[in-house]
């Protein structure tokens, strides 16, 4: 494991006295507990958040001229959040769960301090007159915001290169994608510039980035995390996702973010579990004795990788050896999950995606021309070509004549995979799977055939269609050292069952960690 000290430069007397060394994990090795250790550190006044800010956006500017995570870094407003913790601490008030962490958004989160464009020439400029419910709860919990992370535009996408504005590089070799639709989110925390951050998971956007830039990905269940504020593309499986180094991490975050919201219909009433302390050794230990671990036999088919094959196998050998019982379950399925998703996801994004016409929402062209010209011109210069042919792909799946065929079809699929994950978790506890096929592919590899950058997802994309919780975590790097990952799947609203086995195997994989 590698790490850097910054050393930052005390700004008054009063913090002379403090430990100015902030450890900031180079690339993807980084320390255990960056979230949980910071927010420690800070409350018990060891660090200054802004030290630790300051720090934070050094480090954006040494590394994110190479990985062009950030589409905007919002230095002014994070200093200022900075000095907000900070000056809150001296006045003897207590500190919040995530005290002082530098923490990235996916720029398809509204923030009213910062641009917000789901990386969409459409909404470039667009500063939202309201923050998403995820933004006010990690700063009421004392998170220090330092930026807007890139994306595939509107999150369609697995490798960032659909961004309206430029491509993001994988943090450890710049020839390559960090996946996506979140690929700024999970490079930023694998190149040390966030402690976490925030990301959208509708079809695998936050699992298949983490897998290939080596961090964490969670994916919480639908509805457990509010979207009041998330730029909506499919609705019945967007969800807001969490990237970070390690899994007591995500549940931190996740502790902040979760929970009931009067401003999302959708939102679960379910109240946020105490997540983190069930991530005590003793209680992971316990769990993972005996831990029913469901291996798909679908998921282990045609077009995986053997590198990632075995390091999935390997990980699975170990849990057996830990105690954890392995059974063999099926999705039967499974394989017309893309297919469906492709179907349903299209369909939500082509009525979503109404709303940017010029008029109500968007950047305005060809108003000379009159209303229609208007709506074409500004339609047709806003959305990059991916995003078109996902509205065209959802309109002719929705128009009349082909919605039975198509819609209605793929929405029973939807139910019966949903059943095939129903039955499989009465014999597991948890599923296990690869997130990706591969390791990180290259930049414009896949970008001339859209069937194949669907494909990145295949082994994600199910759990959304079925709503379920699911986290990829990092389980060894191929012959190049590129990361590969491990997705663990579980029951709705099973997060505190399905983080403690993401636990357990982290601290079997990784026990530094
Ligand atoms: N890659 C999938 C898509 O393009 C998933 C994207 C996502 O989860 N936002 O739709």
């Given at each position: 494991?590698?790490?850097?000290?910054?050393?930052?430069?005390?700004?008054?007397?009063?913090n002379?006295?403090c430990?100015?060394?902030?450890?900031?994990?180079?690339?993807?090795?980084?320390?255990?507990?960056?979230v949980t250790?910071?927010?420690?550190?800070?409350?018990?006044?060891?660090?200054?958040?802004?030290?630790v800010?300051r720090?934070?956006?050094?480090?954006i500017?040494?590394?994110?001229?190479?990985?062009?995570?950030?589409?905007?870094?919002?230095e002014a407003h994070?200093?200022?959040?900075?000095?907000?913790?900070?000056?809150?601490l001296?006045?003897?008030?207590?500190a919040?769960?995530?005290?002082?962490?530098?923490?990235a958004?996916?720029?398809?989160?509204?923030?009213?301090?910062?641009?917000?464009?789901?990386?969409?020439?459409?909404?470039?400029?667009?500063?939202?007159p309201?923050?998403?419910?995820?933004?006010?709860?990690?700063?009421?919990?004392?998170?220090?915001?330092?930026g807007?992370?890139n994306?595939?535009?509107?999150?369609?996408?697995?490798s960032?290169?659909?961004?309206?504005?430029f491509?993001?590089?994988?943090?450890?070799?710049?020839?390559?994608?960090?996946?996506g639709?979140?690929?700024?989110?999970?490079?930023?925390?694998?190149?040390?510039?966030?402690?976490?951050?925030?990301g959208?998971?509708t079809?695998?956007?936050?699992?298949?980035?983490?897998?290939?830039?080596?961090?964490?990905?969670?994916?919480?269940?639908?509805?457990?995390?509010?979207?009041?504020?998330?730029?909506?593309y499919?609705?019945?499986?967007?969800?807001?996702?969490?990237?970070?180094?390690?899994?007591p991490?995500?549940a931190?975050?996740?502790?902040?973010?979760?929970g009931?919201d009067?401003?999302?219909?959708?939102c679960?009433?379910?109240?946020?579990?105490a997540?983190?302390?069930?991530?005590?050794?003793?209680?992971v230990?316990?769990?993972?004795?005996?831990?029913?671990?469901?291996?798909p036999?679908?998921?282990?088919?045609?077009?995986l990788?053997?590198v990632?094959?075995?390091?999935v196998?390997?990980?699975?050998?170990?849990?057996?050896?830990?105690?954890?019982?392995?059974?063999?379950?099926s999705?039967?399925?499974?394989?017309?999950?893309?297919?469906?998703?492709?179907?349903?996801?299209?369909?939500?994004?082509?009525?979503?995606?109404?709303?940017?016409?010029?008029?109500?929402?968007g950047?305005r062209?060809?108003?000379a021309?009159g209303?229609?010209?208007?709506?074409?011109?500004?339609?047709?210069?806003?959305?990059?070509?991916?995003?078109?042919?996902?509205?065209m792909?959802?309109?002719?799946?929705?128009?009349?004549?082909?919605?039975?065929?198509?819609?209605?079809?793929?929405?029973?699929?939807?139910?019966?995979l949903?059943?095939?994950?129903?039955?499989?978790?009465?014999?597991?506890?948890?599923?296990?799977?690869?997130?990706?096929?591969?390791?990180?592919?290259?930049?414009?590899?896949?970008?001339?055939?859209p069937?194949?950058?669907?494909?990145a997802?295949?082994?994600?994309?199910?759990v959304?269609?079925?709503?379920?919780?699911a986290?990829s975590?990092?389980?060894?790097?191929?012959e190049?050292?590129?990361?590969i990952?491990?997705?663990?799947?579980?029951?709705?609203m099973?997060?505190?069952?399905?983080?403690q086995?993401?636990r357990?195997?982290?601290?079997?994989?990784?026990p530094?960690?």
């Amino acid at each position: 494991m590698v790490s850097v000290a910054v050393v930052v430069p005390g700004t008054s007397e009063r913090n002379a006295s403090c430990r100015r060394v902030v450890i900031i994990p180079v690339d993807v090795q980084a320390p255990s507990a960056r979230v949980t250790e910071i927010a420690r550190a800070v409350a018990s006044r060891q660090l200054r958040a802004a030290d630790v800010c300051r720090a934070a956006l050094g480090r954006i500017e040494q590394r994110d001229p190479g990985v062009r995570a950030f589409l905007h870094v919002s230095e002014a407003h994070a200093l200022a959040r900075a000095a907000q913790v900070d000056a809150a601490l001296d006045a003897g008030r207590a500190a919040g769960p995530l005290a002082g962490v530098p923490i990235a958004i996916k720029d398809n989160l509204c923030t009213r301090f910062a641009p917000t464009t789901a990386a969409s020439r459409a909404l470039d400029g667009f500063v939202p007159p309201y923050d998403a419910t995820v933004v006010v709860r990690l700063e009421a919990a004392g998170a220090v915001i330092v930026g807007k992370t890139n994306l595939d535009e509107f999150a369609m996408g697995s490798s960032t290169e659909n961004s309206g504005f430029f491509p993001t590089h994988h943090p450890l070799d710049a020839g390559r994608v960090p996946g996506g639709s979140s690929g700024g989110s999970a490079a930023a925390v694998a190149s040390g510039m966030a402690a976490a951050a925030l990301g959208s998971d509708t079809g695998g956007s936050v699992r298949q980035p983490a897998a290939f830039c080596g961090c964490v990905g969670l994916k919480p269940t639908y509805g457990r995390v509010s979207r009041y504020g998330l730029i909506a593309y499919g609705s019945s499986l967007d969800q807001v996702g969490i990237l970070a180094t390690n899994v007591p991490d995500a549940a931190r975050v996740l502790e902040v973010i979760a929970g009931p919201d009067p401003r999302d219909a959708t939102c679960s009433h379910h109240r946020p579990e105490a997540f983190s302390a069930a991530l005590e050794d003793d209680l992971v230990a316990r769990r993972m004795e005996g831990l029913r671990v469901g291996v798909p036999r679908e998921y282990f088919g045609d077009g995986l990788s053997e590198v990632v094959r075995r390091s999935v196998d390997a990980a699975i050998a170990k849990a057996r050896r830990a105690g954890a019982r392995v059974v063999d379950v099926s999705l039967p399925r499974a394989r017309h999950s893309v297919a469906a998703y492709y179907v349903i996801a299209t369909a939500e994004a082509s009525s979503n995606l109404a709303r940017y016409d010029g008029v109500h929402y968007g950047a305005r062209r060809g108003a000379a021309g009159g209303i229609e010209a208007l709506y074409c011109e500004s339609r047709g210069a806003g959305f990059g070509s991916e995003v078109q042919r996902r509205i065209m792909l959802g309109t002719f799946a929705l128009s009349a004549g082909y919605y039975d065929a198509y819609y209605a079809k793929a929405l029973r699929v939807r139910r019966l995979l949903r059943d095939d994950f129903t039955t499989a978790l009465r014999e597991a506890d948890v599923l296990i799977s690869p997130t990706t096929p591969t390791t990180a592919f290259r930049l414009g590899e896949k970008l001339s055939d859209p069937l194949s950058m669907y494909l990145a997802d295949v082994y994600t994309i199910a759990v959304n269609l079925a709503g379920l919780p699911a986290i990829s975590i990092p389980c060894g790097v191929d012959e190049a050292g590129l990361p590969i990952g491990l997705q663990l799947i579980g029951p709705a609203m099973g997060e505190s069952l399905l983080l403690q086995a993401a636990r357990g195997f982290e601290r079997m994989l990784a026990p530094t960690l």
